[in-house]
């Protein structure tokens, strides 16, 4: 099996390529910092398995690079694993045909069993990741857009007190990466783009 790497960190490459080398009969891996040099190695390799990071420094944004891999591999199995970006990004890139989408913060062990299921030909999504399209879905419907998770309205409350991503990961005892995840999950349901505007707008809902 080939399988390609797209992370402009070398730190998490290494990661990601030790998890592949210890679960996967892996022939060869490839890596790739950026969406050119991916799709030069998506067009000469061919791989099997594609692990994208959402962000990146080039310009191509990444439901367009998962286009244009789909593109080049229609048989090929294309997993964005991300530190949860934007819901609206990650809902662009399964509309481009990604076959699942994972969190940095998954355990190796799920991480693995996850891969396990897509390359078997399953769709898997990460549930946190599904709770918040499901909400996005809800408020299309006219439900409430503004239905915060009980781990949500608590990171909110300490955002409200000043904290950094790092200070709320210590006092909920959770990883600055997911802290991450969950205030860009509290920025996509506030429809705000800073911490000042998500408070602004859920004082005025309510929710603090």
């Given at each position: 099996?080939?399988?390609?790497?797209?992370?402009?960190?070398?730190?998490?490459?290494?990661?990601?390529?030790?998890?592949?080398?210890?679960?996967?009969?892996?022939?060869?891996?490839?890596?790739?910092?950026?969406?050119g040099a991916a799709l030069?190695?998506?067009?000469?390799?061919?791989?099997?398995?594609?692990?994208?990071?959402?962000?990146?420094?080039?310009?191509?944004?990444?439901?367009?690079?998962?286009?244009?891999?789909?593109?080049?591999?229609?048989?090929?199995?294309?997993?964005?694993?991300?530190?949860?970006?934007?819901?609206?990004?990650?809902?662009?890139?399964?509309?481009?045909?990604?076959?699942?989408?994972?969190?940095?913060?998954?355990?190796?062990?799920?991480?693995?069993?996850?891969?396990?299921?897509?390359?078997?030909?399953?769709?898997?999504?990460?549930?946190?990741?599904?709770?918040?399209?499901?909400?996005?879905?809800?408020?299309?419907?006219?439900?409430?857009?503004?239905?915060?998770?009980?781990?949500?309205?608590?990171?909110?409350?300490?955002?409200?007190e000043g904290r950094s991503?790092?200070?709320?990961?210590?006092?909920?005892?959770?990883?600055?990466?997911?802290?991450?995840?969950?205030?860009?999950?509290?920025?996509?349901?506030?429809?705000?783009?800073?911490?000042?505007?998500?408070?602004?707008?859920?004082?005025?809902?309510?929710?603090?």
């Amino acid at each position: 099996m080939r399988a390609l790497i797209i992370d402009d960190h070398p730190i998490a490459r290494r990661g990601l390529r030790t998890v592949l080398h210890e679960t996967f009969p892996i022939e060869e891996c490839f890596e790739a910092d950026s969406a050119g040099a991916a799709l030069e190695l998506a067009r000469a390799h061919l791989p099997d398995l594609v692990l994208v990071d959402m962000r990146r420094p080039d310009t191509m944004p990444t439901p367009e690079l998962c286009r244009q891999l789909r593109s080049t591999l229609p048989e090929g199995s294309i997993v964005i694993v991300t530190a949860f970006d934007r819901i609206g990004d990650i809902r662009d890139c399964l509309q481009a045909g990604i076959n699942g989408c994972l969190l940095k913060d998954t355990s190796e062990l799920d991480m693995t069993a996850a891969l396990r299921s897509i390359l078997a030909g399953e769709y898997i999504i990460d549930p946190r990741i599904a709770q918040r399209l499901l909400g996005e879905l809800i408020g299309a419907r006219g439900g409430s857009a503004l239905r915060l998770t009980e781990r949500e309205r608590e990171v909110l409350d300490l955002i409200a007190e000043g904290r950094s991503n790092r200070a709320i990961g210590e006092q909920l005892h959770l990883s600055e990466a997911t802290v991450k995840g969950y205030v860009s999950s509290l920025l996509d349901k506030l429809n705000a783009t800073s911490r000042l505007e998500a408070l602004v707008r859920a004082s005025d809902a309510g929710l603090i």
